[in-house]
């Protein structure tokens, strides 16, 4: 089955620095890609989601990037705020099955400092 | 904005019982799923569900487990005899259709589930 691996496991920024999270999957039938923004008590909150067929996608201050070659896509959060400070998960799915459930990786903490 | 909700938010629970989980989709989705998070661990899929059926299920839904969409709202987790290890935050998610290119699933806040 799928294994997704995300590194690094905690992250510490200056606020207005970037941050960059990597993730590898395992299986190259995996074609969509979503990043999750959990914050403290609540359920993870899609923030970005990439597919097979796009190599990178960006929105306002996040992008994400995909290596279907090397098996690994990339976070890139640019001018980081306070209010980025959250746990983030990549994610790795197949469609094709119908049920596009998801395995996640292990999450990274993030922690803007002012 | 419509999303997914869940009930209770925290249950707390002595080994060996029953716990229910509920969970109320997004009204016009038609795929559903339970995932679970240990603290401090990666969210982990245990089950998917469609046109009343389980889909899909991860090594993690044993015969202890058992999920059921008992009228048209509600969908539900059931732990049959709770153990110490299924603590946990227990996050129900659903989505509109599947096929390509896929689309987002929605999450619901999560219960967080104690067993004593």
């Known amino acids: 089955g799928e294994n997704v691996e995300q590194h690094p496991s905690t992250l510490s920024v200056q606020e207005g620095d970037s941050a960059v999270i990597k993730c590898t999957y395992s299986?190259?039938?995996?074609?969509?890609f979503p990043w999750y923004k959990q914050e403290l008590g609540k359920g993870p909150q899609l923030i970005i989601d990439?597919?097979?067929?796009?190599g990178e996608k960006k929105d306002q201050r996040i992008a994400v990037t995909l290596n279907k070659t090397a098996k690994h896509f990339s976070l890139h959060i640019t001018e980081t705020q306070p209010e980025d400070s959250a746990v983030y998960f990549c994610?790795?799915?197949?469609?094709?099955?119908?049920?596009?459930?998801?395995?996640f990786g292990a999450g990274t903490r993030l922690t803007v400092k002012p | 904005e419509p999303e997914v909700t869940q009930t209770p938010s925290h249950q707390v629970t002595q080994m060996g019982q029953e716990v229910i989980l509920r969970c109320v989709p997004i009204?016009?989705?038609?795929?559903f799923y339970w995932y679970r998070q240990i603290l401090g661990q990666k969210v982990e899929f245990l089950v998917s569900?469609?046109?009343?059926?389980?889909?899909?299920k991860s090594e993690i839904f044993d015969d202890q487990f058992s999920v059921e969409r008992p009228d048209g709202s509600n969908f539900t987790l059931k732990i049959r005899s709770t153990k110490l290890e299924d603590s946990a935050m227990y996050f129900c998610?659903?989505?509109?259709?599947?096929?390509?290119?896929?689309?987002?699933?929605?999450f619901g806040p999560g219960t967080r589930l104690t067993v004593l």
């Open positions: 998610a659903s989505k509109t259709t599947s096929g390509s290119p896929p689309n987002e699933q929605f």
């Open positions: 299986d190259s039938a995996s074609n969509y």
């Open positions: 990439i597919r097979s067929n796009v």
């Open positions: 994610a790795a799915s197949i469609s094709f099955n119908n049920n596009n459930d998801m395995r």
């Open positions: 009204s016009n989705h038609l795929y």
């Open positions: 569900f469609y046109n009343n059926e389980i889909s899909e």
